[in-house]
C-alpha cells in the first residue's frame, strides 16, 4: 500500500477503536472489530501480492466497500466522487442519457419509470421492463450505479438495451440514441374536459415545489372542479421536495413525515409551514406499484388528509415501498 492508503487505513483503525471504546463505556459488546479489521487487511495484502494477475489496493478497497454495502439491502450504496457528481446531476440539472429511472427488483435491473418525452420513452420502454443486457453485455450482478454509467453518454451515441418484459416469451431489442436529458418533475399540468385539473408529477428534484406551485396557479385561474396528481411510476428524489409538496395540502402545525435512526441526532419531524393549502376542491392521487420512496410520503399525506374531511383516496396499485424510505448520505472524504 502507498502512504495515503496506509493513513488511511490508520485512522479508521483508529477511529474504529475509539469508538468501540465509548460504546463499551455504556454496554458490554462482543464485537470483534478490532480482529476483524487484521483479519481484512490480511487478506488484502495477500491478494495484492500474490492474485494471477496485478490488482491495485484502491481497486481492491473500492470492491470490499460495495461488498460491505450490498449485504445489507438493496438501498445502501457506495459512491465514488464521480458517482456523487452524476447523482448531484440527476437531482439538479442535465445529463446526456435515454431518460430512465431504474431500480433493483428481484436482484434485477427494472425499469421504474421512462421520463416523459426522452428517447427511452420515445422508444416504447415501460415501467416494469427488466434490463437483461446492455450493448449486449449481461447486466447480472451490475450494480444500479454501473448500470446507469452504461446507459448515459454523450448526445447523439447509441445503446441497445435486451429487456425482458412480463407477458413476453421472448426478449425485446431496444436501440436507443442518447440525448440531452433534462430534469422536469411536472411535464404536464392542463385541464381535462370534464373540468377537472390535471398534473403529472413525474418525480422529486430541486425544482420540484416550483413547478407544482406553477401548475396549481394555471389551474386554479380555470376554477377545477377538482384536481388530478398522477405519482405513477414517480420513483421518488428529494426528501426535502416531497416534504415541500406534501405542505401544498396540509395544514399549518401538522406532522408531514420523520426520519428515525439508530444515531437520535438524527431523527427529524417535518412539520408543515403553510400559510395556505389547496383544500378548496377534492385532490385525487394517482398511484401504482411504481410509486415509490419520496412520492409515497406525498400521496399518504394527502390519504390522511382527505380521510380527516370524509375524502376519499384513489390507488390505482399498491406502491412499491409501503413503508417508505427515506435516503441518508455520509462523506467519506476525499
Known sequence: ??????????????????????????QESND??????ERFIQVLTKVRDNYVEPVSSDKLMD????????????????????????????????FGGIGISI????????????????PAWKAGILGGDRIAKIDDVSTEGLSLDDAMKKMRGERGTHV??????????????????????QIKSV?????????????RLSNFSERSRQEMDAAFDKL???????????????????????????????????KIVYTRGRDTSQNRDFISTADQIHNQYPIVILVNQWTASASEIVSERQGTEAQAHDGEVLHAERPLHPEGRAAQGWSAGG
Open 63 to 94: 470492491a470490499a466497500i460495495r461488498g460491505m454495502l450490498r449485504t445489507l439491502d438493496p438501498y445502501s450504496q457506495y459512491l465514488d466522487k464521480e458517482e456523487a457528481e452524476r447523482l448531484e446531476t440527476t437531482t439538479h440539472g442535465a
Open 220 to 254: 386554479e385561474k380555470l376554477h377545477p372542479r377538482g384536481v388530478i396528481i398522477d405519482l405513477r411510476f414517480n420513483p421518488g428524489g428529494l426528501l426535502s421536495q416531497a416534504v415541500e409538496v406534501a405542505e401544498e395540502f396540509t395544514p399549518r402545525g401538522k
Open 32 to 37: 470483534n472489530t478490532y480482529s476483524n479489521i
Open 103 to 118: 431500480g433493483m427488483r428481484d436482484r434485477w435491473v427494472t425499469v421504474i419509470a421512462p421520463i416523459e418525452g426522452t
Open 160 to 181: 441497445k438495451l435486451t429487456i425482458l418484459r412480463e407477458g413476453r416469451d421472448k426478449v425485446i431489442d431496444f436501440d436507443i440514441v442518447r440525448d440531452i436529458i
Open 187 to 199: 411535464p404536464y399540468s392542463g385541464m381535462l374536459s370534464n373540468g377537472v385539473g390535471y398534473v
Open 1 to 26: 500500500m502507498n502512504r495515503r492508503q496506509i493513513i488511511a487505513v490508520c485512522v479508521l483503525v483508529v477511529a474504529l477503536i475509539a469508538g468501540t471504546w465509548a460504546v463499551a463505556r455504556v
